[in-house]
Nanobody
Framework: QVQLVESGGGLVQPGGSLRLSCAAS????????MGWYRQAPGKQRELVAF???????NYADSVKGRFTIARDNAQNTLYLQMNSLKFEDTAIYYC?????????WGQGTQVTVSS
């Protein structure tokens, strides 16, 4: 069982930055896949970025060059650094983990980009 708790969302102006955190219960060292998804109003949930246990990362085209995903195994925490935020980044951001074939989700954190 893995519990995930996101934090760090909020209101930011276009061009601003936020860092999301996802604190996991227990060690994330053995979690094969962790990532961030987002869901905007009226849209399907979409993958933003993922990180594998072997250090491979990948990003949605819409966030490449602006967002960075990072794992801190010592702190059992997954981060998403978001820079140069745009209106279209507004969404609820969810942390995801896959361990032993099971999927786990956090409760989500709201990110609103508005002037």
């Amino acid at each position: 069982q893995v519990q995930l708790v996101e934090s760090g969302g909020g209101l930011v102006q276009p061009g601003g930055s936020l860092r999301l955190s996802c604190a996991a219960s227990g060690s994330i060292f053995t979690i094969s896949l962790m990532g961030w998804y987002r869901q905007a109003p009226g849209k399907q949930r979409e993958l933003v970025a993922f990180s594998t246990g072997s250090g491979i990362t990948n990003y949605a085209d819409s966030v490449k060059g602006r967002f960075t995903i990072a794992r801190d195994n010592a702190q059992n925490t997954l981060y998403l650094q978001m820079n140069s935020l745009k209106f279209e980044d507004t969404a609820i951001y969810y942390c995801h983990a896959r361990k032993s074939g099971n999927d786990y989700w956090g409760q989500g954190t709201q990110v609103t980009v508005s002037s």
